[in-house]
């Protein structure tokens, strides 16, 4: 995990259609008027909802200023051809010890269904399997979320379990599936 303290602020992936980037205190106004989206937070267990400017401030300045800066870093997804933020995507709860993380995601509802988060999502699981050697990347979805299982399974996760009424949110209770890749899980998704 020795890389993960090399990196610099300036870290970000690419793919063919996406730039995968640190946020920096200016994008806080565009990153708020993009989230800020009840088909957004409806998924999402934490997010604030409104979102404001000042949420989006606290984040960037939150994940500048954690050590290792990148644990609970949101990368943001941007369209290459014309730099416009459609999205997030970022591995958190970095655990150097048991060498696992946690993946989460989110898109700008114009945007969804063109594939533009599973190309994202696999890269962020590349990396951290490639380059931050993790043996493990979780997630879990609302088991309502059909759109976010069909993501983590193209990304090779297996669900492992649902945990009844697991969350509440927005005055409801929720089940959520959990879902996990291995590392051995991923060298055959790519092998093939
Ligand atoms: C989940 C989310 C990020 C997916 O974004 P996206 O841009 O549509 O993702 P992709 O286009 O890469 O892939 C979506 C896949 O889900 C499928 N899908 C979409 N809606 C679906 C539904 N209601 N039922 C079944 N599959 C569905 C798509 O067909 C596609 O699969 P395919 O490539 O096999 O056809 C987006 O819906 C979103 O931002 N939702 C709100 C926030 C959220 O749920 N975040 C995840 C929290 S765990």
Redesign the pocket.
């Given at each position: 995990m020795g890389r993960i303290e090399d990196l610099t602020m300036s870290f970000q992936l690419e793919t063919d259609r996406l730039i995968l980037r640190t946020p920096v205190l200016d994008d806080a106004p565009e990153w708020a008027e993009k989230i800020n989206r009840i088909?957004?937070a409806e998924?999402?267990v934490n997010m604030p909802f409104p979102y404001t400017v000042e949420n989006a401030t606290d984040l960037i300045r939150k994940l500048l200023d954690s050590e290792p800066w990148i644990d609970k870093k949101p990368l943001c997804i941007c369209l290459k051809n014309t730099g416009e933020l459609i999205?997030g995507c970022n591995l958190m709860a970095i655990d150097a010890k048991h060498r696992k993380a946690f993946i989460?995601?989110?898109?700008i509802p114009e945007?969804?269904?063109?594939?533009?988060?599973?190309e994202a999502a696999l890269r962020v699981v590349k990396y951290g399997f490639e380059e931050c050697d993790l043996e493990r990347i979780e997630?879990?979805?609302m088991a309502l979320?059909?759109?976010?299982a069909?993501?983590l399974e193209?990304l090779g996760m297996v669900h492992e379990y649902t945990a009844r009424r697991d969350v509440f949110r927005f005055d409801k209770f929720y089940d959520m599936k959990y879902y996990s890749v291995l590392r051995s899980d991923w060298d055959r998704l790519v092998g093939e």
């Open positions: 088909e957004i998924n999402m999205g989460g995601f989110w898109c945007m969804w269904g063109n594939g533009y988060i599973t997630a879990r979805c979320n059909q759109a976010s069909r993501v193209k």
